[in-house]
């Protein structure tokens, strides 16, 4: 029933930007969390960037200051604006939401999310 779909992925330059978005449907998005995740080849999946119900952000510690997240509730939409990028940002991005309760320890692991998006792809060029 709930579907998350993502766009915006593409090949850019090293320093460029790219916005991503992730489309959601039989989602109510203020009832949980919402989070960017990426996963590049022979790596694991990790957190990027999440926002809560309070609206309050949180960053993987090597985007901070690059990246920003947020969300459009009339749009039902979850956006990632990646600025400077570097070639160790390409990777798949997935969308992911979350409605039930999880500790805030878990903002960035894939056990705080509960749905998740097909992804979409990334590349960044030196």
């Known amino acids: 029933q709930v579907q998350l779909v993502e766009s915006g992925g593409g090949s850019v330059q090293a320093g460029g930007s790219l916005r991503l978005s992730c489309a959601a449907s039989g989602y109510t998005f203020n009832t949980g969390r919402m989070a960017w995740f990426r996963q590049a080849p022979g790596k694991e999946r990790e957190g990027v960037a999440a926002i809560g119900t309070t609206g309050t952000p949180s960053y993987a510690d090597s985007v901070k200051g690059r990246f920003t997240i947020a969300q459009d509730n009339a749009k039902n939409t979850l956006y990632l604006q990646m600025n400077s990028l570097k070639p160790e940002d390409a990777a798949m991005y997935y969308c992911?939401?979350?409605?039930?309760?999880?500790?805030?320890?878990?903002?960035?692991?894939?056990?705080?999310?509960?749905?998740w998006g097909q992804g979409t792809q990334v590349t960044v060029s030196s």
């Open positions: 992911a939401a979350g409605d039930r309760w999880a500790p805030r320890g878990w903002k960035l692991l894939q056990r705080g999310y509960n749905y």
